[in-house]
T-cell receptor
Framework: GQNIDQPTEMTATEGAIVQINCTYQ??????LFWYQQHAGEAPTFLSYNVLDGLEEKGRFSSFLSRSKGYSYLLLKELQMKDSASYLC???????????FGTGTRLQVFP | DAGITQSPRHKVTETGTPVTLRCHQT?????MYWYRQDPGHGLRLIHY???????DKGEVSDGYSVSRSKTEDFLLTLESATSSQTSVYFCAIRAHNSPLHFGNGTRLTVT
């Protein structure tokens, strides 16, 4: 199968740093995406990794290790508005499909 | 919302009735997708399209059909709705080598 695994829930404190992990089946890997989804809203695109390493975008960074089938999303200087679900999605070679993990619900507390 | 509109936004229907959800885009993107989102399952791909009249099945296609007769419209049909199809349905579009952009979703309740 194409199992994509992420923790179900995480909590953190405002101003802190949180790391959300995602693991996936490595066979046929062709890119990994992170999306943010606030309750009752549509997912919005955060980042894309296809090569190993770190991609930084302001307070958010995403890391990829293709050999380990592992990615993480790092959120720095957490704000209350970062309370949302974070979705990891993987594209596999030879397909136009994007397969999503079940998402990680992050709650940020004051 | 990247020029993507879903209709209706909310619908309540009875078991056994046919239902069609519409996704309309103004971006002229080649790829269009239908996902459903349920607690504990995340987003699951139902069907997708890679061009006019070109569609393929996703992970959970049973009970659903799609049609794409024009670039801008992708229709999802539940031939005979069941309670297990109560869900939030998201349409998404993308250009070549670009990320998905999602519509605002359709909340469907089958009673």
């Amino acid at each position: 199968g194409q199992n994509i695994d992420q923790p179900t829930e995480m909590t953190a404190t405002e101003g802190a740093i949180v790391q959300i992990n995602c693991t996936y089946q490595t066979s046929g890997f062709n890119g990994l995406f992170w999306y943010q989804q606030h309750a009752g809203e549509a997912p919005t695109f955060l980042s894309y990794n296809v090569l190993d390493g770190l991609e930084e975008k302001g307070r958010f960074s995403s890391f990829l290790s293709r050999s380990k089938g592992y990615s993480y999303l790092l959120l720095k200087e957490l704000q209350m508005k970062d309370s949302a679900s974070y979705l990891c999605a993987v594209r596999f070679v030879g397909t136009d499909k994007l397969i999503f993990g079940t998402g990680t619900r992050l709650q940020v507390f004051p | 919302d990247a020029g993507i509109t879903q209709s209706p936004r909310h619908k309540v229907t009875e078991t056994g009735t046919p239902v069609t959800l519409r996704c309309h885009q103004t971006e002229n993107h080649r790829y269009m997708y239908w996902y459903r989102q349920d607690p504990g399952h995340g987003l699951r791909l139902i069907h997708y399209s890679y061009g006019v009249k070109d569609t393929d099945k996703g992970e959970v296609s049973d009970g659903y059909s799609v049609s794409r007769s024009k670039t801008e419209d992708f229709l999802l049909t539940l031939e005979s709705a069941t309670s297990s199809q109560t869900s939030v349905y998201f349409c998404a579009i993308r250009a070549h080598n670009s990320p998905l952009h999602f519509g605002n979703g359709t909340r469907l309740t089958v009673t």
